[in-house]
């Protein structure tokens, strides 16, 4: 470490609280949802999972996050999985589904002044009313969400601090001051509306409108790419880039998350930044992969890993606590004349100060949108000037970062120990693709666990009775691309049933296929062989059920995946297709026994171009199954021919029957 002389081309950097204040800053998070994007991390084996954890949420010790965002399932496809929905019917409420309320009791159990941000992506069926629009009753959608916020107060005690409109979606002003007004008689006057998750015009719309301007805290925009209109920083309210990153997470996500973790406010004054995804818990070849923080998708070998972003977080969560205040752009915040950004934050008593500057270059730093306009960084030499009540400060403890992209491996978040302020100067020489915090604070860790199990491929045979499971919760591994698919109980054994009955009102139109699947396992598997019971419940049964392998796309495309898919119908029918639609037949005909009382046994065999079924373990056919060139590989699955209740037990992959 070397500290440089300041000479004549030292840029002279003022820190300085007498001419007043900035923005209160409100914290950086992560997203999990928009969604399932946390599916792989509920089974992970302990202590994994609780390092995973620590590594995320516990402060002073990795990414040390200060807002955490929840996906408010609504039994829709929203990018990587479907989230269960706290009320799949009307008349039904359940706040054990799912997975997001044991996130965010980790998350506070960690950090218990961690502020928990709820969003809806797609709602179910119902709650429009006959609409296809979830503003056509907004009573009905207001009680619908704010029936949610209940439940995490009165089921565990978890404080909701905000709650969003739709993501990314149409929002309709009236249906935000019905949230507020729903919001304020049930005892929620705290929780605090961020609108609208999706371009900074609904600020537009709060100008004239007082009772919507008193609606809102913030103005949530995605992907601002550090930029806010004037409508917006000029409206009086908070302004959040309430998602943005999602880029992969190596170094060049790194560099992404450095730039705008700072420039969010120095050009656009957001003060909360949030990554989709809070971490990375989705298989490979679903739409994103590794867009999250951090990376963690396989629970079966436990390993995972704690990518650069984490540290790049660490630099500003780990010295600067929801409530700072930034300091004005003139005295303490601003971009260097050579490229690279700084931001300088008080603490409430004014005592304490730190300093963060990135010198990210371009081409390291591009997120996955929007684009990022031309410019360049060069080294350069900064003297920080301390003014006001800074000027008592005498040291400032330094923690580093050096980015490296030439595959050597990156320095992240390294503690250089305190440096001395000599007449209000520290003089700094900056290079490109760093990240420097100067702060009065004396905490700071860099955390450690043991070195994580090495990566394996999803192993098989697999087997899942689902005994292992809790009540309610998602089969574990099973990633739900439409529907939604619960752990219940007879009593003496526990199935999976797939729940949802109707069309839900959709995020990104998945749901088109008709049919709730879910899948497992591995995007490259080719010969495969799935078994599976089923059982159609007495009412509200789907029409048919399926098990499938080589599904070759899900997520938001699952509505036109390709694969091998054998359909068993109530009506005692079977098929075969090569879609997920079901309409591309390669055979069809009927059962030889009853399928629709009782359980029954499902098999599947794809070997190169053959495909064979078997029901109750009796041969229904073997097929070519006449694809052009050799088949695509790809995940497999199980799912219902329609909405509609079905029963599943013993689920069996192999490589052979
Ligand atoms: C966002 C969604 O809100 C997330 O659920 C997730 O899908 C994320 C992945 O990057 O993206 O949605 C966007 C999708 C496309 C654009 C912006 C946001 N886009 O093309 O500008």
Redesign the pocket.
């Known amino acids: 470490w070397a500290l440089v002389v300041a000479d004549d081309d030292t840029i002279n950097l003022v820190f300085d609280d007498t001419n007043g204040l900035g923005r209160t800053f409100e914290g950086i998070g992560g997203?999990s949802?928009?969604?399932a994007?946390s599916k792989l991390l509920v089974n992970y084996p302990q202590p994994l999972r609780d390092q995973i954890l620590d590594y995320l949420f516990l402060p002073n010790f990795g990414a040390s996050l200060q807002i955490l965002k929840v996906e408010i399932g609504g039994d829709v496809q929203?990018?990587?999985g479907t989230e269960a929905s706290h009320m799949h019917n009307s008349w039904e409420e359940n706040y054990e589904r799912g997975y997001e309320w044991w996130l965010m009791l980790e998350a506070k159990k960690r950090n218990p002044d961690i502020k928990i941000y709820s969003l809806p992506?797609g709602f179910p069926g119902w709650v429009g009313q006959g609409s296809s629009s979830p503003y056509g009753n907004t009573t009905v959608l207001a009680d619908y969400v704010v029936r949610w916020i209940n439940g995490a107060k009165t089921h565990y005690n978890i404080t909701v601090d905000y709650v969003g409109i739709w993501?990314?979606r149409p929002c309709n002003n009236d249906y935000v001051k019905v949230l507020r007004k729903t919001l304020n008689e049930r005892g929620f006057q705290h929780t605090l509306i961020v609108a609208s998750?999706n371009g900074w015009e609904f600020a537009d719309g709060l100008y004239g409108d007082h009772e919507l301007a008193n609606a809102v805290h913030a103005v949530g925009c995605?992907?601002p790419g550090t930029w806010s209109s004037n409508s917006a920083k000029y409206v009086g309210k908070a302004l959040w880039a309430s998602?943005d990153y999602?880029t992969f997470n190596d170094e060049f996500g790194a560099g992404c998350w450095a730039r705008i973790l700072n420039q969010n406010y120095v050009d656009g004054l957001m003060t909360a930044t949030i990554a989709?995804?809070l971490i990375a818990s989705y298989y490979h070849n679903l739409?994103?992969f590794r867009?999250g923080l951090m990376t963690a998708v396989e629970p079966w070998s436990g390993h995972y890993v704690v990518n650069s972003p984490i540290w790049v977080t660490a630099h500003t969560t780990q010295f600067v606590s929801v409530g700072w205040k930034y300091l004005n752009h003139t005295a303490g915040v601003g971009y260097l004349k050579n490229g690279g950004s700084y931001v300088g934050l008080v603490s409430p008593t004014g005592n304490d100060l730190t300093i963060v500057i990135e010198t990210m270059t371009h081409d390291h730093s591009q997120c996955?949108?929007?684009g990022l306009p031309w410019y360049t960084v060069s080294p350069q030499n900064v003297s920080l000037n301390l003014k006001g009540h800074f000027s008592k400060i005498t040291k400032l403890n330094l923690w580093y970062s050096q980015l490296s992209f030439d595959g050597k491996l990156s320095n992240m978040f390294t503690s250089m120990g305190p440096v001395q302020v000599v007449n209000g100067m520290v003089n700094l020489t900056l290079g490109l693709d760093q990240i420097y915090t100067l702060t009065t604070l004396s905490g700071g860790h860099k955390g450690s666990h043991p070195t994580p199990p090495s990566s394996h491929p999803f192993p098989l045979p697999y087997f899942d009775d689902f005994e292992g499971n809790n009540l309610y919760n998602e089969p574990n591994n099973l990633a739900q691309q439409t529907g939604s698919f619960e752990v219940l109980s007879n009593g003496s054994n526990k199935f999976i049933r797939q729940m949802v009955m109707e069309w839900p009102l959709s995020?990104?139109g998945a749901e088109s296929v008709g049919k709730a699947v879910t899948v497992i396992g591995d995007s490259t598997w080719d010969d495969l062989f799935i078994e599976i019971d089923f059982q159609f419940p007495t009412v509200n049964a789907s029409n048919g059920i399926f098990v499938a392998a080589r599904i070759n796309q899900a997520g938001?495309e699952m509505d036109h995946s390709q694969g091998v898919f054998f359909f068993i119908t109530s009506d005692n029918k079977y098929s075969l297709t090569r879609d997920s639609r079901a309409t591309d037949e390669v055979t069809s005909g009927n059962l030889p026994s009853p399928a629709h009382t009782g359980w029954h046994k499902i098999s599947l065999y794809v070997q190169g171009s053959k495909a064979y079924g078997a029901f109750d373990k009796r041969d229904l056919f073997a097929v070519d199954l006449n694809v052009h060139g050799s088949p695509v590989p790809g995940f497999a699955g199980i799912g219902t021919y329609n909405y509609g209740l079905a029963d599943f037990d013993n689920l069996h992959i192999a490589l052979t029957p």
């Open positions: 997203i949802g928009g969604g994007t929203s990018t990587d992506w993501n990314e998750d995605h992907y998602e999602s989709w995804d739409d994103f867009d996955i949108r929007p995020w990104c938001c």
